[in-house]
């Protein structure tokens, strides 16, 4: 799957606006879109670390803190500002990942978890784990936002 693509209906997701609250202990949609803005953030700085021939370990998200989470809401001033956040943060990860060539292949200390469907903890190629970014991460996100505006309202 094309990152670029992944992102363009990420963002459209986001634009819809018309998100209901998270149910309990969940993520609204201001915190999912914070999260995926702080990992585009990670994933340009291990993409910029590999076209520089630098080591360099990257590490998702997958367990930020709350507080983190809101103090981007807040600084964002919402889901509007958000969603702006995220289309440049995509758009650099995306123009880093185009100039990556060959050194695509080159491996990276990946730590990813996400849920129980997928655990990595182990050199990847950079290409492997752009491709586990595109196909699964992102996705995984893309579907809570449409959850959370198809989910009827508790009475």
């Known amino acids: 799957m094309e990152l670029r693509a992944v992102y363009r209906s990420l963002l459209a997701e986001v634009e819809a606006g018309g998100f209901r609250p998270a149910p309990p202990g969940g993520w609204d949609a201001e915190r999912i879109v914070a999260h995926l803005v702080a990992n585009d953030e990670l994933m340009s700085e291990a993409t910029e670390a590999v ?4 080591p360099f370990a990257y590490y998702d998200l997958t367990g930020v803190h709350r507080p983190e989470l809101d103090a981007l809401v807040a600084e964002c001033g919402g889901l509007p500002g958000l969603a702006t956040l995220l289309r440049a943060t995509s758009g ?6 185009d100039r990556l060539g060959p050194a695509a292949d080159t491996p990276v200390e990946t730590h990813l978890r996400e849920g129980f469907d997928l655990v990595v903890d182990e050199p990847l190629p950079w290409s492997r784990t752009l491709d586990l970014h595109a196909r699964v991460h992102l996705p995984r996100h893309l579907a809570q936002l449409r ?3 198809d989910q009827p309202q508790p009475a």
Do not use: D, F, K, P
């Open 147 to 149: 959850m959370l505006r």
């Open 51 to 54: 076209l520089a021939g630098a």
């Open 92 to 97: 650099r990860l995306c123009g880093l990942v």
